[in-house]
């Protein structure tokens, strides 16, 4: 009798409806010479999960000196400082596999279990031991995991017009800026021994710390000047940055008092194993410098040429290629303004552009090229002492890459060809981009003997290429005298290719890379729908060798006929990454109102759902699944299962993946200026915003395709703008 089955909705025990507001004040104003701003927010956001909020403040202030007519200085400081509570923390977790948060792990628990006995205590197993899920009743109460982070960014400058100094320089300015970014975080986590991640185990504490410094400082030699109907620019810049980050952490388990958290971890004998006390540190740094020269030329601001040059040194990098040349150039003409045009009306501007350049990626750990040494603890007869290795697989699940030292700089050539339009006096415009580009030398981590004492080397090895547009289209579709629908719709198309690989033409099928194709595909075994009971003989071959199919199980493809399912029928199912993306904005305007639709895609590409366990005791969506009368089922039949159910489930998830989202919804009202000025105002705007309404289309139902995920939040926004 279902009626006697009781459903207990766990995910509505731990989610609400979030609320969030957010204050801003501003100011800005000033004098001929000088002008400042100022603005302070607020914002508090209570999360859709028990457990989850955030409060952020932040203040900026900018001010511009104009201090003689040839100097110039000023700056802008953006500071904020917030504190997150994250809540549920997988963080002590004895697998990588678990819930990532609290609503993940309410949905884990079956509908079917109840949250208290008949005497109304707690039940830890809800489900029984069989599921090995705790309740997460409480949960929000049980673990903490709490970070707060300053932040605060400068950007400082100050120039000089030397040709207003001596009129002889005219056009030529020097520039320094000084851009400094500093970020403090720290991180403390508490877990109860009675929350859903100890399971009846110890509590743990853990708390971390991370100062981050950086700083970038360009100087800045500027020509521009005008002789006649030729224009030229010229701009030499020597620039540096620094990255500098120091962190610590300390972790322990059973402390005594849980109203403790992470703020007294010296209470506890951390000599005594029990406690499980650990703590490190660090100190990451790099440094990046650079020197440029760029050349602009124009004639009759008809026929344009940019020419420029990049030596750029990492010091992530191998001694002697450090260093590397990075050339560009660029041709445009404005063909509008030729002679040959002047009578077609209709258009208001076309420009060609064509480029090629050659772009650098260093992104690598900073000390990869000099040999990383770990040292642990090992106990020996006398005592523990502490020895320094390369690799020692007995005492760490980690391991440590040889070092490279002839490891250097990755480079990107591209082609660009592009056109920027304008028709019917601005009612339609856009551009058109047209790119080819092809990757060298690419940072790839390669395997390596371990006779060497490491499994890996970071090595300069493969090749891909890519191609792909971008488009923009910008049109003010109706306009009338209080009416007006204007669109903008960006569409953008890209397709990658490996050409070559650490071992040459040859493919990496652990890695998954496959010379011809996308570097990032599914790789795995297809599948040919469900068994049938017509095709019992078939599936007696393979059961012959080892397999236990049966009618409503899952078909996969033998792809070499050998009737065994293993690792040599694998093909590239699809691609990861989808083909084109779409945005589109339409925003309508009459009299005061405004409302503006907001749409987003992605098209052609492949996702992994996971597929449908069908294990028969576990909470599962709604799905048409394999019944003796239902046989042309969407999935596989229910096996009761705690560990596995069909062995192929995972199969199915495979699916081909196209949305249209409604993004956002605004809709807004702009008071009338002359009501505003009665009130002593001199602008009001009132406005609300409606973000993730939906899928207009999507070709996957269980899944939000935007964010990956099986739920999201759907937002609510009402604002008040006020100018003074």
């Known amino acids: 009798d279902p009626s006697k089955v009781q459903d207990t909705d766990w995910a509505g025990m731990v989610s609400r409806t979030g609320v969030t507001h957010e204050h801003t004040l501003s100011a800005q104003g000033g004098t001929e010479k000088m002008q400042g701003s100022f603005s302070f927010g607020y914002l508090n956001n209570q999360g859709t999960q028990k457990g989850q909020e955030y409060e952020r403040f932040n203040i900026s202030t900018s001010v511009d000196l104009q201090a003689k007519p040839w100097f110039k200085m000023g700056g802008s400081i953006n500071a904020s400082y917030g504190v997150q509570n994250y809540g549920y923390s997988r963080t002590a977790q004895s697998s990588n596999s678990g819930p990532v948060d609290i609503y993940s792990a309410a949905k884990s628990i079956p509908r079917f279990a109840v949250p208290y006995d008949e005497n109304g205590d707690l039940v830890l197993q809800p489900a029984g031991s069989t599921t090995n899920v705790y309740t997460v009743v409480d949960e929000w109460d049980k673990s903490t995991d709490e970070r707060k982070t300053f932040r605060a960014l400068g950007s400082l400058y100050a120039q000089v017009d030397f040709g207003k100094i001596w009129s002889p ?75 500098n980050k120091e962190n610590s952490s300390m972790h322990e388990e059973g402390i005594p008092l849980s109203s403790m958290l992470w703020n007294n971890m010296g209470y506890i004998d951390i000599t005594q194993s029990r406690f499980k006390a650990s703590m490190g540190s660090g100190l990451t740094e790099n440094q990046l410098a650079s020197y440029m020269a760029r050349v602009n030329y124009s004639f009759n601001d008809r026929y344009l040429l940019t020419v420029s040059g990049r030596y750029d040194g990492s010091s992530v990098l191998a001694e002697g290629n450090k260093w590397a040349f990075f050339p560009s150039a660029a ?68 391991s440590n890459s040889m070092p490279n030292k002839s490891l250097g700089w990755e480079k990107t050539a591209q082609w660009n060809f592009g056109i920027d339009f304008s028709f019917l006096k601005g009612r339609i415009g856009g551009t058109l981009d047209i790119y080819k580009s092809r990757t060298t030398d690419l940072l790839m981590t390669m395997s390596i003997p371990t006779l060497s004492g490491y499994p890996t080397m970071m090595a300069n090895v493969g090749e891909t290429k890519n191609w792909g547009y971008d488009l923009t289209l910008n049109a003010i579709l109706v306009e009338t005298k209080d009416f007006m629908w204007s669109s903008n719709l960006n569409l953008a198309y890209q397709k990658d290719e490996i050409v070559e690989l650490s071992n040459g033409k040859e493919d990496d099928i652990n890695n998954a890379w ?51 399912i293993d690792n040599e029928d694998r093909i590239i199912l699809g691609n990861r990454n989808p083909r084109y993306t779409l945005g589109w904005v339409n925003t309508f305007t009459w009299k005061g109102i405004e409302l503006s639709v907001e749409l987003y895609g992605r098209f052609k590409y492949m996702v992994d759902t996971g597929g449908q366990g069908q294990y028969g005791m576990y909470n599962q969506v709604e799905i048409d699944y394999w019944r003796p009368d239902n046989t042309g089922a969407d999935y596989q039949k229910p096996i009761y299962s705690t560990a596995g159910g069909d062995a192929y489930s995972s199969l199915l998830g495979y699916k081909d993946a196209n949305f249209l989202k409604l993004r956002n919804l605004s809709l807004g009202y702009n008071f009338d200026s002359n009501l505003c000025k009665k009130i002593g105002i001199s602008n009001a705007k009132v406005y609300f915003q409606a973000k993730d309404l939906g899928m207009i289309y999507s070709s996957v139902d269980e899944l939000d395709l935007d964010l990956g995920t099986s739920y999201y939040n759907r937002g609510f926004t009402i604002g008040l703008q006020l100018g003074f």
């Open 169 to 243: 320089l005219e056009g030529l300015t020097y520039k320094i800026a000084f851009g400094p970014d500093f970020r403090q975080y720290r991180q403390g986590i508490f877990i109860d021994a009675t929350s859903a991640v100890r399971m009846g185990s110890t509590n743990y504490v853990t708390r971390s710390e991370e100062r981050h410094f950086s700083w970038t400082l360009d100087n800045m030699i500027l020509y521009n000047r005008t002789f006649g109907k030729h224009n030229i620019g010229v701009t030499l810049l020597q620039s540096a940055s620094k990255y």
């Open 331 to 398: 041709l445009g003409w404005r063909m509008e303004q030729e002679e040959f045009m002047k009578d077609i009306k209709w258009i208001n501007q076309l420009k060609l552009r064509l480029g090629y350049g050659v772009t650098g990626n260093s992104a690598v750990s900073p000390y990869g090229t000099l040999g990383v040494i770990s040292s642990y603890w090992m106990p020996f007869s006398t005592g523990n002492y502490n020895i320094l290795v390369t690799n020692e697989p007995y005492y760490t699940n980690g």
């Open 514 to 564: 496959f010379i011809g194709q996308s570097i990032s595909v599914f790789y795995g075994t297809d599948n040919a729908g469900l068994w049938q009971e017509s095709d019992a003989a078939e599936m007696a071959k393979f059961n012959e060798n080892g397999h236990k199919f049966q009618a409503g199980m899952v078909r996969p493809v033998d792809q070499n006929g050998d009737y065994k």
